[in-house]
Structure formats: C-alpha cells, structure tokens
C-alpha cells in the first residue's frame, strides 16, 4: 500500500509478509550501497536521483531498464532506503507523480 497522508514504517516481518503478495519492492539506495550492503532479495534498485524520471518511464522502456513490469498508479509499492529518509522522499515524488 502507499499511503498519501503519512508514510507508515514497516517492520522486516510485515515486509516480508507484503513481499509474499504482489508488491513492487523499489529500494532507493544508490548503486553503490547495493554493491557495498548487498541486495534485498525481490527487490528493484531505483536510485532516488532516477526516481521521478523512471516512474514517467514508457512501461517497454521500464521493462528493458528495470526486468521489472512497471507499476501502474494503483499498484502496490513499498520503498526502501537505508535509514528511511529517502524511501520518505520517494513515496513523496510517487504520490505527486499521481500514485495511489
């Protein structure tokens, strides 16, 4: 779910468990930190900078950037970062780019 009121927190366990049903996992982290603190597991890598860009992606070209469908404005997104400030940032851009 992506909240527009409030960015709500989730927990390992609630994110694991929202991983089991279909929801599109994009981490934040730049490319770097991915390389240094490795990879959440069905996770796509986003980096915030490319964010807004790739959320108004065509969905093919999405698709060949990411191996990953793009989400549509009413499909579940949870966003990750590193301590929480930029997946904030994230559901921000996401919300004024019209996600639900």
Request: charged letters at 25%; proline letters at 6%.
């Amino acid at each position: 779910r992506l909240c527009a009121r409030r960015a709500p927190s989730l927990s390992y366990q609630e994110l694991k468990d929202l991983k089991k049903t279909n929801v599109l996992h994009i981490d934040v982290r730049e490319r770097w930190e991915i390389d240094r603190f490795g990879k959440i597991p069905a996770s796509i890598n986003i980096p915030l900078g490319e964010l807004v860009q790739a959320l108004q992606m065509d969905p093919v070209e999405f698709k060949e950037q990411y191996n990953q469908k793009m989400p549509s404005k009413s499909d579940p997104v949870v966003f990750s970062c590193l301590a929480g400030t930029r997946s904030k940032q994230a559901l921000g851009f996401a919300t004024s780019l019209g996600f639900s």
